[in-house]
């Protein structure tokens, strides 16, 4: 609810400071006084394009400020778009426009963008007027209120449909994959068979290289441990010619001392020749190599590095790689199995989504009837006896299905008896498209919407039974919202449970607009105004209080 409504600077407007409660409170003035500059400044506070024309002569800036009550989807909504404002805390929307055309918009003292303005704008006040295209003339919106005025349905197709669009996509993504993948069959049944046939095993290819290398080592040292041998070993090797010596010297041992010394030294030199022998015997069997083993491993080797370097794998990987190419082709031919299953969940998802819809649409085509018949009883006592309204539920192309069912919902209007029917906003006249879009209001009252609506000259070309019935429906809406009328009616005005007076007053050289609130005898003096013209009467008085009476 619009509690409060703040504006400095804007036209003819310097500083104006306003007041709103719930029920009915209606705007009045001559013609001319400025009522529509209200309108412009609420609606600049509320998301419109900031004008550096409203920016009164002589100011620097034009300041709009519109305190409201906190609906809850508006708090939500600010909350997503990183504005918080604590649970009960009122809803303040500064909006400055300047001079030179620069503007900024401000909730609760945060920056905000004119276009999140635009978007919570709605959720906070209707306006209605001769001139709106949005609201009950906006076809895209005529289909949510069908539903709210249904009151049930539209749960359990979003549900259907949800369940309906995952199984399309999971099918979707099946048929890709598994398409990309056929794409790669062949190549991939070639290149498992190939790893297949080499059979790498992890660690093998380091067992290779390094018999390889040992092998090559073996190849380079084998005449040098030959001539090694030689000279060590066999009757002309250096052992032999010690042994020889040892025997000479145990004959002449005992001549002298130094000779038994030289003897234990050869034994010793004999011992160590033998360790010697023995590990030349050692490496000998160690570094034996055969040339056709040599030549196999390389070649092994060989083989194992390449087909690294063809799929760009560490060796040691080539055994996973064989394991998960051969899980893809497992997958694959699952994968094609697994369409039909997939296949069948999405015809079931549609199939319920088609059933839900079907009861949707009865649904929605009983409530239109209902609608029509209640929109119907609405027209007569506002003078438009003559039209006809009417509902129209119709099938949407499969393209355009969606959560919210298979149906096109438009309200139309004839307001001639053979005249076609079209939309509301071409076919009706001014006045009627005010009296239309307030029967269509009364009819779908217990629906709800924005919690403040405004009507602006809603009876403009009206009067008499047409004007009392108008007020009669104006009060009645304003029992379950808060409803601002601007009027020109005397018998709406009365109606009120608040009354603004909008005027305008000049010094000479400068023009200023002003809003007052009225008491009962203010009232009753402007009601007769609106009765009488320049010059009240006392008659006009009362019927002005017979109309206050009377409301």
Not at 23 to 28: F, M, Q
Not at 328 to 350: H, I, K, Y
Not at 480 to 487: E, F, N, S
Not at 506 to 513: A, E, H, I, N, Q
Request: glycine residues 8%; negative net charge; hydrophobic residues 45%.
């Amino acid at each position: 609810m619009l509690t409060a409504l703040a504006i400095r600077d804007v036209v003819l407007i310097d500083a104006l400071e306003l007041e709103f409660g719930p029920g009915l409170g209606v705007l009045t003035g001559e013609t001319g006084a400025g009522k529509s500059i209200l309108l412009d400044a609420l609606g600049l506070a509320l998301g419109r394009r900031g004008e550096s024309t409203l920016v009164r002569a002589g100011a620097t800036q034009a300041v709009v400020t519109a305190t409201f009550d906190t609906p809850p989807a508006v708090a939500a909504l600010l909350a997503d778009n990183g504005l918080e404002i604590d649970p009960g805390e009122p809803l303040i929307i500064r909006r400055l426009v300047k001079a030179d055309g620069g503007s900024r918009a401000f909730v609760n003292d945060q920056p905000a963008s004119a276009a999140l303005l635009r978007e919570i704008g709605p959720m906070l006040v209707e306006i209605h007027g001769q001139h709106d295209d949005r609201g009950l003339l906006a076809a895209a919106g005529h289909r949510a209120l069908l539903d709210s005025y249904a009151g049930q349905g539209v749960r359990d197709v979003a549900s259907a449909y949800a369940a309906w669009r995952d199984a399309r996509t999971a099918l979707t993504t099946a048929r890709a994959g598994i398409a990309a993948a056929q794409a790669d069959r062949d190549w991939l049944e070639h290149a498992v068979a190939e790893l297949e046939a080499l059979a790498a095993e992890p660690g093998e290819e380091e067992a290779l290289a390094e018999r390889r290398r040992t092998m090559q080592r073996a190849e380079k040292s084998a005449s040098e441990l030959e001539a090694v041998t030689e000279h060590l070993e066999g009757s002309a090797g250096a052992l032999s010619h010690l042994r020889q010596a040892a025997r000479v010297l145990e004959r002449i041992a005992d001549d002298h001392p130094a000779l038994g010394e030289a003897l234990a030294a050869i034994d010793r030199a004999l011992i160590e020749g033998g360790v010697a022998e023995e590990k030349l015997r050692d490496a000998a069997v160690a570094l034996l190599y055969d040339p056709r083993q040599l030549e196999e491993d390389e070649a092994r080797l060989f083989e194992l590095r390449a087909m690294a370097r063809k799929h760009r794998v560490q060796a040691d990987a080539l055994a996973a790689l064989a394991a998960e190419l051969r899980e893809r082709l497992v997958r694959l031919d699952a994968g094609e199995q697994g369409l039909a299953d997939l296949e069948a969940a999405v015809a079931r998802s549609r199939a319920a989504y088609d059933c839900a819809a079907e009861q949707l649409t009865a649904i929605r085509t009983a409530a239109a009837t209902r609608l029509d018949a209640a929109v119907a009883g609405e027209l007569a006592p506002l003078k438009l006896d003559a039209a006809r309204f009417r509902t129209v539920v119709a099938p949407l192309p499969e393209s355009d299905w969606s959560a919210a069912g298979r149906d096109r919902v438009e309200f139309e209007i004839a307001t001639n008896p053979g005249a076609p029917f079209g939309p509301l906003a071409k076919i009706a006249s001014g006045g009627e498209l005010s009296r239309f879009i307030l029967a269509l209001k009364v009819a779908l009252a217990e629906q709800g919407g924005a919690a403040t609506m405004i009507f602006d000259e809603i009876d403009r070309g009206v009067g008499g039974a047409v004007a009392s019935a108008i007020g009669e429906r104006l009060g009645r809406l304003a029992e379950t919202t808060q409803l601002l009328v601007v009027t020109h009616s005397p018998q709406v005005a009365a109606r009120g449970a608040t009354h603004l007076l909008i005027a305008k007053a000049s010094d000479g050289t400068v023009t200023r607009t002003g809003v007052r609130p009225l008491d009962t005898a203010g009232r009753r003096e402007e009601i007769a105004r609106m009765l009488s013209g320049a010059t009240v009467t006392a008659e006009a008085r009362a019927q002005a209080e017979r109309l206050l009476e009377t409301a």
